[in-house]
């Protein structure tokens, strides 16, 4: 069943949403906190994101972007939902990379019509529901590692680590960097943070094979079969 992300926090537009879209056939799942709408959209991969651009916490379009940023999740067709009418705001929501803009208040009829022209690109993204290096594995839906065939269990900050590591092979990360992807720029966290959850990461993974994290002195992090330094 294909999934739909409605981000609306006017409950009963929410409701309305999932009412109609259930009728379609599709699995619903809503959310109506801005801050919290990337960590559903890693975790459930919907094929289409209705997305608000008036939330709690972050607007629609710094969702968007952040979305855009992500490359397993770049692909995910967006519809934005607004009250704002002005070409300006269509402009900067499709700029920020939305795929369709329905202004409210909208037809319903002709929102289920546009839910289902942008599921036809369902196929892609259900194409980047793994990610892989040599013999790691990890499969973005159940959110889970594998070495050869050997389950590797990490803790949801090694998780996100290696997960950036993996989609960018040989690239050297600073600390910097993956403190701001990790924990977000609105928490102070020590950059040597990260040396502490890279050690728990290389000893979860290296319990099954060769050390492929590669520490390039003095600037962070790469994922590599070179030497480490």
Known sequence: MAKVLVVEDEQALALLLKYNLEKEGYDVIIESRGNKVLGVVESQLPQVILLDWMLPE????????LIRSKPDLKNIPIIMLTAKGQEEDKVKGLNAGADDYVTKPFSVPELMARVKTNMRRAPEILATKTLTYKDITIDLVQKKVFRGKNYVHLGPTEFRLLKILVENPSQVFSREYLLKTVWGNNIYVESRTIDVHIRRLRKA????????????????????????D
């Open 58 to 65: 972050l607007s629609g379009v710094e969702i968007c972007k």
């Open 205 to 228: 993974l290296n319990a099954f094979g060769e050390d492929y994290i590669r520490t390039v002195r003095g600037t962070g992090y790469s994922i590599d079969t070179d030497e480490t």
